[in-house]
């Protein structure tokens, strides 16, 4: 794979916060990324799939568990594990992406993973809630096969690391599209301002949404410009998008339901409508507390930001910011990939993307 532009490298800046050191989520301390990439075959045996995933801290999720909350902006997809995030508030499995028919398949690998940690785990005490996203990869992918297998989960977990986060066409992100063009997986991050506490915000989506005349890059309208682009328009698909956001923010899952409905404004900058057969799902979680399996305590103290001023607008706008600019770092990286029976999906054009932008460039 050839090394592809991020948005900043080519003088593209989303927003006005500051970024962590690696643009990424993993910019949150302690978080960390792993992929599995299978890109086999041609024609009708075409792989073009793979696994993701995102530990929101290095130990035992399952004996740490971590605040959490669920937005579904549009139903129309599979979120396995919503449920008890939505009962409880929290999670206690690494965040998995993948492609849509391999949903079941993973959870059993997360499930595996945690009796590994946990050989207790649905003996003589609970059973594990494992999370996992998806979206379609069928125009690309032979889905059928359902080709990622447990030993793939367990390969991405073990494989997970802090630092720079590999974009595109990677891991879950291999056959997505994105507003018509190659999509897949996308990261970014903001730093609040240290009277705001200096918190960090990351966003890393699994990008396969949108139509291509719908598509903006920093308000600009170049979707527009590059519709000629597309050379198989019943082939465009509304698709999905799984947005993840994690913090260092003090935060529970009331307070973090909030920031994940503010990733949807993130995601509407980039021209989405979140269009009917779209499955478009936000999670977000904070690291800063760690929920213990077994506590024998009433109560526990715990801090939580301050909900009723600046704090809470900078972690907003942290979370729109990096959502917007996730999105379209899956656009710049992702490269052109032919899969399924000869379908491709090309690239976006960066060089025409931004010599179109400069025509809607204040002067």
């Not at 945690?114 to 003996?123: K, S, W």
């Not at 630092?163 to 990677?170: D, S």
Request: net charge negative; hydrophobic share 40%.
């Amino acid at each position: 794979m050839t090394e592809r532009p991020r948005l900043r490298d080519a003088g593209i800046t989303i927003g006005t916060m500051p970024t962590g050191e690696d643009n990424a989520i993993t910019d949150v301390p302690d978080v960390r990324v792993g992929h599995v990439t299978l890109n086999e075959g041609d024609g009708a045996a075409a792989i073009r799939t793979g696994v993701s995933v995102v530990l929101p801290h290095s130990g035992n999720l399952f004996r740490e568990k971590v605040p959490a909350s669920v937005f579904v902006l549009n139903g129309f997809g599979k979120c396995f594990g919503q449920e008890q995030i939505d009962e409880l508030g929290v999670i206690e499995s690494p965040i998995a992406f993948t492609s849509t028919m391999n949903v079941g398949i993973v959870a059993d690998g997360l499930i595996e993973h945690a009796i590994g940690q946990n050989p207790d785990c649905g003996v003589t005490t609970s059973t594990v809630n494992p999370v996992v996203n998806e979206c379609s990869d069928a125009y690309l992918n032979t889905q059928q096969g359902r080709h990622v297998r447990q030993h793939h989960v367990l390969e991405a977990i073990d494989s997970a690391k802090t630092g720079p986060v590999a974009e595109g066409n990677v891991g879950a992100g291999t056959g997505m599209t994105l507003f018509g063009f190659k999509g897949g997986i996308g990261t970014a991050s903001r730093r609040t301002p240290e009277k705001a506490g200096g918190y960090t915000v990351g966003a890393m989506i699994l990008g396969n949404c949108g139509v291509r005349e719908q598509l903006r890059i920093d308000g600009a309208p170049i979707g527009r410009d590059l519709a000629d682009r597309q050379p198989d328009p019943a082939a465009e698909d509304t698709g999905s998008i799984i947005i993840l956001i994690g913090t260092d923010a003090p935060m529970f899952d009331r307070a973090l339901n909030r920031l994940a409905r503010r990733a949807a404004m993130g995601l509407a900058r980039t021209g989405s409508i979140a269009a009917h057969g779209s499955g478009d799902y936000i999670l977000a979680f904070s690291n800063a507390h760690r929920i213990q399996h077994d506590d024998d305590r009433v109560t526990y103290p715990a801090e939580h930001v301050v909900e009723t001023g600046d704090v809470i607008n900078w972690l907003f706008q942290a979370t729109i910011e990096a959502t917007e600019e996730a999105i379209i770092n899956a656009l710049f990286a992702a490269e052109t990939m032919t899969g399924r029976d000869g379908n491709t999906r090309y690239a976006l054009p960066v060089d025409r993307a931004l010599a179109s932008m400069e025509r809607y460039r204040p002067t």
